[in-house]
């Protein structure tokens, strides 16, 4: 089913991206309050929705300073949705979207998500602890600009 890029995320969206996270165990504990308050704080986001019937089916959120960092959240693409492509062409739209074209973009992953990420062209630069005592270590990807 095709999809349409979109270059940002409002209020109006909470409700289907709270819907988006709740496919996925980890984030399932979002609610429309808080996701209120993270978009509003969001500098960036881009987000894929389905041509026909405009449902969210992956999104990301970018926070930066347009000048040196840019960090990439909550990479999501709907648990249906999975295996068709649609999180390497919502990377492709977020490396990019103009407002981050002369950023580097950076983000944590975890272990298994890693070669993923490195089709996207980020590469691993480190890993951190993860927080909460959790024995998986986050890895520490970039998206380099060139020169």
Not at 15 to 28: G, H, S
Not at 39 to 57: I, K, M, N, Y
Not at 108 to 132: I, N
């Amino acid at each position: 089913m095709p999809v349409t890029v979109e270059r940002s995320l409002g209020p109006e969206d909470v409700p289907q991206l709270v819907d988006l996270y709740e496919t996925y165990d980890w984030w399932a504990d979002r609610g429309e309050t808080e996701l209120r308050r993270a978009l509003a704080a969001t500098d960036e986001a881009v987000a894929l929705r389905q041509t026909e019937s405009g449902d969210l089916v992956a999104a990301a959120r970018v926070l930066t300073d347009y000048s040196y960092y840019a960090m990439v959240f909550d990479v999501i693409v709907h648990a249906d949705r999975r295996g068709e492509g649609l999180g390497e062409e919502l990377l492709a739209a977020l490396v990019t979207h103009p407002p981050l074209a002369d950023v580097d973009l950076e983000l944590l992953s975890r272990e298994g998500l890693v070669p993923f990420y490195e089709a996207c062209g980020f590469e691993e630069v480190g890993a951190v602890d993860r927080p909460g005592g959790d024995p998986e270590e986050l890895r520490f990807l970039a998206y380099r600009r060139d020169e």
